[in-house]
């Protein structure tokens, strides 16, 4: 990319007369940039080793000490804005892949191939997209559906899913970790990963719905070595419905709480299963016994 571009796309303001003229890959990571290297400097001190491993543009924030005048050296009022912008001008003829979150960050989990990119963290994965030629990009961010016209949705498939336990499915004779209220999120990744013919694992764990076993004192401990599970890092969103349905109609024997942060002195109580909404208690580090200890 021309540094001219490159200084038009972020709207910055080019602070000196490089001797070079474009560079080829973007980054944040010192320890990434290679000759030619355009490096947004979210952190300043990190500059001086972009510029020692070959950077061709330092982008930043704020006014800094220009150390190599033969490169360029440009500051912008906004990261976020400018990262975005380059991340639109070279991907505006590459189709992008749509999914809800959950399918995301199954596709995410399952993903093996490099030129597969979903953007969750804006200013990593977007750099990351910029410097591959092959990509595949999916993403469930609003602002990235309504900006590129080259929009494709994920779609289901049929499959053959079952439930082994509340957190556990199978498929193909393979043990999922994952709990069978997201058979459609899943068959969407699955239909993805097919119909490009990509690489994925089915060794796999997400963070949503994900359970910790605790004892009485609130120490985690082994899975399934407690009749005390906490199902964390549930959102109040638009799934959050069929994921509570789901637990109340499988712990129907059980004593199952719900607790937000309004409610957590329901955890005061006795319980088997408690569904964690947009909260998570700290839990006590379980003391190891040693050798000689009673």
Known sequence: MKIETLVNLTGGELLNRPYISEVVSFTSEPEEVSRGACFFAFDNEK??????NGAYAIISDKYVDIID??????KVED?????????????????????????TSIIKS??????VVVIENEFQDLLRALNLNEKFIVTSNEEIQETFANIE??????????????FKSEYKGNELNLP????????KAL?????????????????RFKPIFINSNFEEVEYGKSERVLITNLKNDEFLIDELNYIIKHTKHANTIIVDKQHTHY????????????????????????????
């Open 47 to 52: 500059i001086k080793e972009a510029v020692k």
């Open 69 to 74: 005048k033969e490169i360029a050296w440009i």
């Open 79 to 103: 990261f976020k804005k400018s990262v975005f912008n380059i991340f639109k001008y070279e991907n505006l003829k590459t189709k992008i892949y749509i999914a809800d979150k959950i399918t």
């Open 110 to 115: 399952m993903n093996l191939e490099k030129k």
């Open 153 to 166: 949705e994920i779609e289901s498939k049929n499959i053959m899913l079952t439930m082994k336990s509340l």
């Open 180 to 187: 069978y209220v997201y058979k459609e999120n899943f068959s």
């Open 191 to 207: 239909n993805f990963f097919e119909s490009n013919d990509l690489k994925y694992t089915l060794e796999f764990e997400i963070d």
């Open 267 to 294: 955890l005061r109580k006795k319980f088997n299963f408690a569904a964690l909404i947009d909260y998570m208690p700290k839990l006590k580090i379980k003391e190891e016994k040693g050798l000689f200890d009673d």
